[in-house]
């Protein structure tokens, strides 16, 4: 209800009541303060009935021996007893006690307070028609003491009527107005009495409301103190809440970064954080080792390259997927990296390393069958090697970094098998990383020189070309073969350095010689990391300008890998620009790479070289290769060119079959320096027979 609506504040008595209140939902809310005031006028209601009763009683007895009037005497005393009965039964109907009245409905609440109101009304009648007749009966000690009484309850009124504002108001002003009103009516002196009667009313509404304010701005307070109180415990367990969750999400989150740490992001497998954190949880028993099994993925790269990254990933996730299927118990898989993966798993010490071999070769089974992925059926296949290992992280290490050389040797030697690591691979690896060293300084070091081996047409009457090879004598390894340091240099990339040397050094030899004036061309050998680098075309034609040689002396040999599908495009943008110079391109050790005859087409081919190993087998089947390889090669238009020959009987049957020119020991072994006419080693024709 509103302020004017009747629920006001009070003094005392009621402060004690507000102070009583418990929190309540929406507290600090207009209605919770009204009912709040309601509470305080009920518990405030047998006090204000008790005091009007025994003032009531104290005027009648005074009226009794004073000024005696039995009818109007038991008349106001019926009307007294009637009043208070009333009101009495009023508040006892609804509650006996305040907390009671706290508890009750609120519509039976306002019942209350409407029936309380009425019960006050007559109570203020009953002294209205007192006050009446003591006025009117001129016995100045019965006025004043009605005076008095009225005043005392009017000014008690504004205390313990405080919660209700507008029934206190008609309360107050039933008591003293009709009194001044009659005092005013007297005349005379009473007329000043009057005057006083109404300031003391002004004076008591004011007191009234200013009770009421109090007593409403504390019940507020009360509520609003009491709402900051649920409010700071409600911030303390949302506090004590957010804590707990915090923690909760600190162990969470710190749980997930320590699995994020340790594992592959796009396999779920260990990586290597992982790897060490397991070693460094497993302890070995008496007599066991950890079997480490290394692997790698055989020609990953050109899934990645050919079929883009999305299926390279999805290749990665199906190999690990694979591997983790055939896992030992108490065992690990990690993803090394790129497509590398490691197995430990511990064993006896004499049997770990087979059992190490023995599982890599059933895993290969698995992974080596067809993964079929977004249209694409693929085959996979994995070089492995197999170490063993202590306990403790720098034995596990270095048994790792063994296996690791077990699989290079696995894929240089046999791709797609499995090594077991011994000290010899340690030995080889040394080596080949110190020629990897070595290599960078041999130029300035002018360990590099060349030799030159002819091409003789196969009539044997002239020389065709005079074919460059490279010879490296280390001032630490001594002679080192090109079969060794040139896969090497092309692991390093410092086959562009060396190849860009050895065009440069051989165009200069050959211009010295005088041969390019006359008959002869020079035939230099190309690495693929050669083409694929810029400026390949630019460096040739340097060359040639510098030491003043015709484009059409030159041959530059390639092997079959300029087939390679990644880079097809850039390949055939390069050597079809150094044909169109005039340059002619040989297809060098054909028959041994991964290309096939109907591939001839797509790159500018003049000639074909093969092979010395169809050469020397000589049976049936390499004769059968080599004569296709003619008949194909002059349908394209390309020459042929048979390596290896070593015997005039091999020169004869190579000649037979329409090979146009033959380069082997029969004619001469590389050598420092150029022929201009064709010579047979006797050597080897005696061998020949």
């Not at 009070?10 to 507290?27: C, I």
């Amino acid at each position: 209800m509103s302020k004017d609506g009747g629920f006001g504040a009070g003094n005392e008595p009621v402060q004690q009541t507000a102070d009583a209140l418990a929190p309540l939902p929406g507290a600090g809310n207009l209605q919770a303060v009204d009912e709040a005031l309601l509470d305080a006028a009920y518990s405030n209601n047998l006090t204000s009935m008790l005091v009007n009763f025994i003032c009531g009683a104290g005027v009648l007895l005074t009226l009794w021996v004073l000024a005696p009037d039995p009818v109007f005497l038991w008349g106001w005393s019926a009307g007294l007893v009637a009043v208070t009965t009333f009101r009495l039964v009023v508040h006892l109907q609804n509650a006996r006690t305040p907390a009671e009245f706290c508890a009750l409905p609120q519509n039976l609440k306002i019942r209350w307070q409407l029936a309380s109101a009425i019960g006050l009304v007559f109570s203020a009648l009953l002294w209205m028609i007192m006050t009446i007749h003591v006025l009117s009966g001129g016995d100045p000690t019965i006025q004043f003491v009605n005076i008095v009484v009225v005043s005392s309850l009017a000014a008690g009124a504004t205390g313990t009527m405080a919660p209700q504002l507008g029934v206190g108001r008609l309360y107050l002003s039933v008591l003293l107005i009709q009194g001044c009103a009659a005092l005013l009516y007297q005349g005379g002196p009473m007329i000043a009495v009057s005057v006083l009667g109404v300031v003391l009313l002004g004076a008591m509404l004011y007191g009234h409301y200013r009770n009421h304010m109090i007593l409403r701005n504390s019940i507020e307070l009360r509520f609003a103190n009491s709402q900051l109180v649920l409010d700071l415990e409600d911030e303390r367990r949302a506090l004590e809440n957010l804590n707990a969750t915090l923690e909760d999400r600190v162990r969470s989150r710190t749980a997930e970064l320590k699995v994020q740490a340790e594992h592959d992001s796009l396999t779920g497998l260990c990586n290597r954080t992982g790897l060490r954190q397991w070693v460094s949880e497993h302890t070995l028993s008496p007599g066991c080792v950890f079997a480490v099994i290394f692997i790698d993925l055989d020609r990953f790269k050109q899934i990645n390259a050919g079929l883009g990254h999305t299926i390279g990933d999805a290749v990665l996730r199906e190999a690990g997927r694979r591997l983790s299927a055939h896992l030992p118990e108490g065992s690990v898989l990690a993803r090394w990296g790129g497509d590398e993966f490691l197995i430990l798993f511990s064993g006896h010490g004499t049997i770990a390393q087979q059992a190490g071999f023995m599982l890599a070769n059933r895993m290969r089974e698995a992974v080596e069958a067809p993964i079929n992925f977004s249209g694409h059926t693929l085959y996979v296949s994995f070089s492995a090697g197999v170490s063993l290992s202590n306990a403790g992280e720098r034995n596990v290490g270095a048994a790792i970094r063994a296996a690791d050389l077990a699989m290079g040797q696995a894929k240089r030697t046999r791709r797609g098998s499995t090594l077991i690591y011994s000290d010899d691979m340690k030995g080889e690896q040394e080596r080949r990383l110190m020629i990897g060293q070595f290599l960078k300084q041999a130029i300035k070091a002018g360990e590099f020189a060349l030799a030159f081996q002819p091409v003789v047409a196969a009539s044997l009457d002239s020389i065709d070309a005079h074919e460059t090879l490279l010879r490296w004598n280390n001032r630490v390894l001594g002679p080192v073969s090109p079969d060794e340091f040139i896969p090497i240099a092309e692991e390093t990339g410092e086959i562009v350095t060396i190849g860009a040397y050895v065009l440069d050094e051989a165009l200069r030899q050959y211009a010295a010689s005088g041969l390019a004036a006359r008959a002869g061309k020079l035939a230099i050998n190309l690495s693929l990391l050669q083409i694929v680098t810029p400026g390949l075309t630019e460096q040739v034609r340097a060359a040639l300008a510098r030491h003043r040689i015709s484009a059409h002396k030159l041959v530059l040999e390639v092997t079959e890998s300029i087939f390679d599908d990644r880079n097809s495009s850039l390949i055939n943008t390069v050597l079809t620009g150094l044909h169109k110079d005039g340059i002619e391109i040989h297809l060098d050790d054909f028959g041994t790479g991964y290309s096939s005859l109907s591939r001839l087409h797509e790159m500018p081919i003049t000639a074909l070289k093969i092979d010395k190993s169809f050469v020397q087998k000589g049976d049936a089947q390499a004769t059968a290769i080599i004569e296709g390889s003619v008949l194909i090669a002059r349908q394209f238009g390309i020459r042929v060119i048979a390596e290896g020959v070593e015997t005039l009987e091999q020169a004869q049957s190579l000649q037979a079959i329409g090979v146009d020119a033959l380069q082997g020991y029969l004619f001469s072994r590389p050598v420092p320096g150029f022929q201009e006419t064709v010579t047979v080693n006797p050597q080897e024709q005696l061998a020949a027979g």
